[in-house]
């Protein structure tokens, strides 16, 4: 494993994308969201994510001139078509829409349809807390998840995000509805390690904590088992439904990579209009001190809430380097024109 500097990594991001036919001003926009990623240790939506990125691009399954377009406008809520436009832009265009609403009506809720991988999910969690919002987003994806009790796969993991604004640190939850979300999967197998509870099935059908069996059946475990396998279905059928989007058995049918022709929602509400930051840091405060204060199991040695280690990950990224697998960064070098 090397360190490399957040500037230095963000920089050979752009100069990537740029090679691979991106605007510089949207691929360096681009490239601080992956680069963020993996400062927040979230490696599998960072760095690890660009080559497959570059590789939709020239397969033309990412259309780098989709632009966000507004299709439906009900007061507090709003519909937009993504064409297909690079997912992390899309993403924000709509965060920030959501936020715009939220500030004239308390509430802001943006559904945008026919879009391509956000990337991380919680980027957006965090975008919005930084401006002082509550936010609330999700998004569905073609089928990578059997549902409870099945063999094959019919259902998305559909990662879900939540987020309160806090000025002593965000409290941001950023979950697949998987055990483990196939990204977790792919670090730990890089890094030759086993994952720390069963996340899946082999081909045999037996659960398993090795995560490369379970990338070969597809067989991922449903978070909370049943429940998992519900939420899944709820939030495919709500992103669908309120976008006017495709669900997952529509996004199957397109084959064109990971979450190509997806449907996403993103809630903001601002606090503000509520009880007021000062109410929202206390209860926060109060919530995450009565969670750390927990006494911590026999195989733990704290107990923390979401958000909490990736603002550790990212404060030790910042000062001595961002952590990256050593093939990986030499393959983005390659994509950017540069050697290792």
């Known amino acids: 494993m090397t360190r490399i500097p957040f500037d230095t990594m963000r920089d050979v991001i ?128 073609e089928s990578c998840m059997p549902a409870w009790g099945a063999q094959n796969t019919r259902l998305g993991n559909n990662p879900f995000v939540m987020a309160v604004p806090r000025d002593k640190g965000h409290i941001v939850l950023d979950m697949a509805m998987s055990q483990y979300a196939y990204g977790k999967l792919q670090v730990t197998r890089l890094k030759g390690e086993k994952l720390p509870f069963p996340g899946g099935f082999d081909k045999n059908g037996e659960l398993t904590s090795e995560p490369g069996p379970i990338e070969e059946s597809m067989r991922i475990l449903p978070m909370g088992y049943w429940k998992g396998s519900g939420f899944a279905i709820l939030l495919d059928t709500l992103a669908a439904v309120l976008s006017e989007g495709a669900p997952t058995y529509e996004i199957d049918q397109i084959q064109e990579g990971s979450c190509t022709g997806c449907s996403q929602i993103f809630i903001a509400i601002d606090p503000q209009q509520l009880g007021g930051q000062d109410f929202t840091n206390r209860v926060a405060d109060g919530i995450a001190d009565y969670v750390n204060g927990s006494t911590p199991d026999e195989k733990s040695k704290e107990v923390i809430y979401p958000g909490q280690i990736e603002v550790r990950v990212r404060k030790d990224h910042l000062e001595n380097g961002i952590v990256v697998d050593d093939g990986v960064w030499a393959e983005v070098l390659a994509l950017a024109g540069r050697s290792a």
């Not at 965060?95 to 715009?100: F, G, H, I, V």
């Open 14 to 141: 752009t100069e990537a994308f740029v090679k691979a036919g991106m605007p510089a001003e949207d691929a360096a926009q681009c490239a601080v969201f992956h680069t963020q990623a993996s400062c927040d240790g979230v490696y599998s939506h960072g760095l690890n994510r660009v080559a497959r990125f570059v590789d939709y691009v020239k397969k033309g399954w990412v259309n780098l001139e989709g632009k966000p377009e507004r299709v439906r406008s009900l007061a507090a809520i709003e519909v937009f078509d993504g064409h297909r436009g690079p997912g992390i832009l899309n993403a924000l265009s709509a965060s920030n829409r959501s936020m715009e609403l939220a500030s004239k009506n308390g509430v802001g809720i943006v559904a945008l349809r026919n879009t391509t991988h956000w990337m991380r999910g919680g980027a957006f969690g965090w975008h919005a807390a930084d401006k002082g919002y509550v936010a609330m987003c999700w998004t569905n994806t």
